[in-house]
């Protein structure tokens, strides 16, 4: 199983960045997908997580309302469409796979210890 991640870069606070996760070896299907981030110096932290069966989203607070999840079955994609970025949205993202089954429960997993599959992550980098 491999995940990539792309579509970092430096943006202007205020900015938008699409990040995208690309998925091989594994069917995003029954699973759920997420997205973390890791600052300089800090924890790696939960952003955001989609169920793949039903797409039920949830985000963490810090991002809420400027960050939309979206999944491509088709295309086995996951992108992270960020918007009005800020300072502290500097970090490597990360994407990752809970491979558990989510059949209609209208939610997907926050905690990091409940992924199976990680990607190497890609950098946005937010200044002036």
């Known amino acids: 199983v491999q995940l990539q991640a792309s579509g970092g870069g430096l943006v202007q606070p205020g900015g938008s960045l699409r990040l995208s996760c690309s998925v091989s070896?594994?069917?995003?299907?029954?699973?759920?997908i997420g997205w973390f981030r890791q600052a300089p110096g800090k924890e790696r932290e939960w952003v955001s997580c989609?169920?793949?069966?039903?797409?039920?989203?949830d985000y963490a607070h810090s991002v809420k309302d400027r960050v939309t999840i979206s999944i491509d079955n088709a295309k086995n994609t996951v992108d992270l469409h960020m918007n009005s970025l800020k300072f502290e949205d500097t970090a490597v993202y990360y994407c990752?796979?809970?491979?558990?089954?989510?059949?209609?429960?209208?939610?997907?997993?926050?905690?990091?210890?409940?992924?199976?599959?990680w990607g190497q992550g890609t950098l946005v980098t937010v200044s002036s």
């Open positions: 989609i169920s793949a069966s039903d797409g039920a989203t």
């Open positions: 990752a796979i809970d491979n558990s089954i989510y059949i209609g429960t209208g939610n997907c997993p926050s905690s990091l210890h409940r992924y199976h599959y």
């Open positions: 070896g594994l069917r995003l299907n029954f699973n759920a």
